[in-house]
């Protein structure tokens, strides 16, 4: 009886946490399209200003060197068309992926800035929402499961093989 009652409350507990995916998740997202705005204003300037001279933004890019600071400032540039290349891409994956979609491709939700801003700034609440409900039964499920099929392997059977009669 307190072995079920321990395995229903992880259950409530991780069916809580799975609840708040939806609601987390598009809260990165906008953090995410915000970053990429403010991206784009950079990367844009730079290939206005390189379109400009009569040059590719990877020629301009070139064109950076003879002292330190220009050396520095290429590298610096470079990192953040990079970055802007990959939010973009993680962006295009998520913006149009709905909740359920969005678990499925939430290997584009890595990126640490983000993440922790978004975590930072995050508040729990209660879902109300079809999604929210459907992330924690699922939460549930794979809670109550797995802490279940866990106990089952690591703890000994209570069965004992009696004693055959002689």
Known sequence: MVLR????????VSGA??????????????????????????VSDFDRSAATFG?????????????????????????????????????????????FTRFYEVQHMGDPEILSGTWQDYRPAVPLTFEGGMFSLFGFLVGYGSLSALIKIVRPSRRRNKPTAA
């Open 5 to 12: 009652a321990f395995l229903v409350s992880f259950g409530i």
């Open 55 to 99: 040059m590719t933004r990877h020629q301009a890019l070139e064109e950076m060197n003879g002292s330190p600071f220009l050396q520095r400032r290429q590298a610096d540039l470079r990192r953040t068309i990079s970055r802007y290349e990959e939010l973009s891409e993680a962006y295009i994956a998520l913006r149009y992926a709905g909740p």
């Open 17 to 42: 946490g799975f609840s708040q995916f939806p609601e987390f998740s598009q809260q990165y997202l906008q953090r995410l399209g915000g970053a990429v705005d403010e991206l784009s204003t950079v």
